[in-house]
């Protein structure tokens, strides 16, 4: 299984473009839907949780989801393989770079990948949004428009829906008590 891990993460590093929610839709199909490793709504709790931590969001979703599936050493598999055809690349770029910077080729190209970029962007928040309760897809949206159409931090929004997590969880936990 450990092996299965840096494989499967192996492979997401290295036939993504376009950074790491790229990535999401790749690392979504391979750990619900091909290795089973977990249900839609524990991989956009694994989401949620790599998207709040500091860091790249397909290096945290990575270190969440090799331990879930492996300990500690599933996360330290995970990261290498996510990481190791990136560096592979960007090293290869970067002793080439010179030569290809100009390149009108090498430049259409890249402009002709943003449109599947976005594409893959897209995509797994469409299906994350399906697995979600109505009343999570609301304040989704509604912090959607706080963020984008009003100008609000996402930290401040982070920070507010923490502390709503931890006081509903709490205000839940009094009422089984009670019962």
């Given at each position: 299984m450990i092996?299965?891990?840096?494989?499967?993460?192996?492979?997401?590093?290295?036939?993504?473009?376009?950074?790491?929610?790229?990535?999401v839709p790749l690392?979504?199909?391979?750990?619900?839907?091909?290795?089973?490793?977990?249900k839609a709504?524990?991989?956009l709790e694994l989401l949620t949780l790599a998207q709040s931590a500091p860091g790249p969001i397909a290096l945290n979703t990575a270190v969440f989801v090799g331990y879930r599936v492996r300990g500690f050493w599933g996360a330290i598999v995970a990261i290498l393989g996510i990481v190791l055809p990136a560096f592979a690349i960007i090293l290869?770029?970067?002793?080439?770079?010179?030569?290809?910077?100009?390149?009108?080729?090498v430049d259409?190209?890249?402009k002709a990948m943003r449109p599947a970029v976005v594409a893959l962007?897209?995509?797994?928040?469409?299906?994350?949004?399906?697995?979600?309760?109505?009343?999570?897809?609301?304040?989704?949206?509604?912090?959607?428009?706080?963020?984008?159409?009003?100008?609000?931090?996402?930290?401040?929004?982070l920070f507010a829906g923490a502390v709503a997590g931890v006081i509903r969880t709490l205000l839940i936990t009094k009422n089984r008590e009670e019962r």
């Open positions: 092996w299965q891990l840096f494989i499967s993460f192996l492979k997401i590093g290295a036939f993504t473009f376009g950074g790491g929610y790229a990535m690392i979504e199909r391979e750990v619900i839907e091909k290795r089973g490793w977990a709504e524990e991989f290869t770029v970067a002793i080439f770079f010179a030569d290809i910077r100009n390149n009108t080729t259409a190209a890249f962007i897209v995509a797994p928040i469409i299906g994350l949004a399906k697995s979600m309760n109505k009343y999570l897809l609301i304040v989704s949206l509604a912090v959607a428009l706080a963020i984008w159409g009003v100008g609000v931090s996402p930290i401040y929004l």
